[in-house]
């Protein structure tokens, strides 16, 4: 079965970076985009951006352009996160997110369970 | 971006009643709508995809409806298991903006 499972929860001080790992199993791997959203404390989803598993290929938020690096391992079937210039509005739990179909603008079918990014100094 | 507004923010019911929420889009985005619905401390599962397709395994009480620009989400006999925030998206393009989400009460 599909599964998509995230790395453990972090605490970064402001100003440092964080890399989530989210490890997909269950499916061929490069032929299905994968998304980041996030979600704030008490607050609605946030999309931050995309990453084609097959090439690599990103397409990002204008909020995290400049801040934020999304990659892939496909020998290992992961992908990654990476934000950069922390604050403290970073704090957030953070979901990897596949897409439906192959093709076409399918909705997200199978999500990470979240990774608790904590910005504190 | 596409702009997705959700009305309302929150809202109560009795256990079987009907329940409609809406989403609005900036701009057409024919059927590209998707709905999810979010327990605490969980990550959003999809309900609904192209506006009116419900997905697999999600209790027929769920329905979707609308085309354009404006959509609805429906839940024709709320359970007490419905208490959620549901959260509409736009997969038009693909920078998929979500609305503000529509929290549900169970009276």
């Known amino acids: 079965q599909v599964q998509m499972v995230q790395s453990g929860a972090e605490v970064k001080k402001p100003g440092a970076s964080v890399k989530v790992s989210c490890k997909a199993s269950g499916y061929t791997f490069i032929n299905y985009y994968v998304h980041w959203v996030r979600q704030a404390p008490g607050q609605g989803l946030e999309w931050m951006g995309v990453?084609?598993?097959?090439?690599?290929?990103?397409t990002y938020s204008q909020n995290f352009q400049g801040r934020v690096t999304m990659t892939r391992d496909t020998s290992t079937s992961t992908l990654y996160m990476e934000l950069s210039s922390l604050r403290s509005e970073d704090t957030a739990v953070y979901y990897c997110?596949?897409?439906?179909?192959?093709?076409?603008?399918?909705?997200?079918?199978?999500w990470g369970q979240g990774t608790l990014v904590t910005v504190s100094s | 971006d596409i702009q997705m507004t959700q009305s309302p923010s929150s809202l109560s019911a009795s256990v079987g009643a009907r329940v409609t929420i809406t989403c609005r889009a900036s701009q057409i985005i024919s059927n590209y709508l998707n709905w999810y619905q979010q327990r605490p401390g969980k990550a959003p599962q999809l309900l609904i995809y192209?506006?009116?397709s419900l997905q697999s395994g999600v209790p027929s009480r769920f329905s979707g409806s609308g085309s354009g620009a404006d959509f609805t989400l429906t839940i024709s006999r709320l359970q007490p298991d419905d208490s959620a925030t549901y959260y509409c998206?736009?997969?038009?393009?693909?920078?998929?903006?979500f609305g503000g989400g529509t929290k549900v009460e169970i009276k």
């Open positions: 997110a596949r897409v439906q179909t192959p093709y076409g603008s399918s909705p997200f079918d199978y």
């Open positions: 998206q736009q997969s038009f393009t693909m920078s998929r903006t």
């Open positions: 990453i084609t598993p097959s090439g690599g290929g990103t």
């Open positions: 192209a506006a009116s």
